[in-house]
């Protein structure tokens, strides 16, 4: 199962990151330091064209710190890009995010030359939470829900350094499917475009296959990592289902229940830090997906085609 969310305000964000993007100096795209490369939006590096870009891995103190180290050389590696990882409540890291900008920007700087910078991310990536770590107020709206921020809004950080906040944004088709389910287990993609259960199920088995001694440790299965790692994800889902509670009538294990708490668990990081992918498994997934989308628009286009000759032959027929 494919998992797309692009409602209409996502739209609206498209057409005013696409207006402001002209006077802006540097952009800021937050990521979810879990899935850094799912929640990387290839809209938006299309939409800001060759504009210096700091990448922030947000949410690393529940991340693999291995993982992170991997994925901040991985941008680090690509041009006119900065990246660093921080946990956007901390005030200290969040500050350096204005010098990495004047890195990117030396040209800017000053009442003449102020620094103007476009903040942007996926929904539920902790961005709200950044802006009001760096202004030390609560200037942008949190919440543990994808679609809190609707509005642009321009908050100033200094006399010569202005931010535009802009809401969360997906885009209109996640070519991988992984990157599909990771977006979805981090709470980034609306509750009603996707079954929690079948993501429960994916989480599940990337977890099993790097993070089975945390899965043993957190629902006390009494089986041994191997054992865990072992066991098909639908029984792992019952086995946590009954362990915690979510049972029904009969004896049966109530599967959206458990499929809530394995969901909330990640998301709120009591399973410990987990990374979902790493560089070289993102690269493949993607490549696997543009290739699969290609290979669907040829089909697309040679169906259209013998339409159109059928269509013209008809014609030929009735003349």
Known sequence: MAIQWFPGHMH???KAITERIKDIDVVIEVLDARLPGSSANPLLAELTGHKPTLKVLNKQDVADAERTAQWVHWYNAQQDTLAVALDASEPAPARRLIDACHLLAPQRGGMAKPMRVLICGVPNVGKSTLINTLTNKRQAKTGDEAGITKLEQRIT??????LWDTPGMLWPRIAAPESGYHLAAS????RNAYDEELVALELLRRLQVHYAPLLEARYRLN????AVAGMPDDELLAAIGRKRGAVMSGGRVNLQKASEIVLTDFRSAVLGRITLETPHEFEAWRAAGLLADAEREARKAARKGRKG??????????A
């Not at 950080?157 to 202005?162: I, P, T």
């Not at 089986?223 to 191997?226: D, G, Q």
């Open 12 to 14: 609206l964000t498209k």
């Open 157 to 162: 950080l200094a006399d010569d350094f202005y």
């Open 187 to 190: 709470g980034a993609v609306g």
């Open 223 to 226: 089986l041994a990592p191997e």
């Open 309 to 318: 000759r059928a269509g013209d032959a008809a014609q030929r027929g009735a």
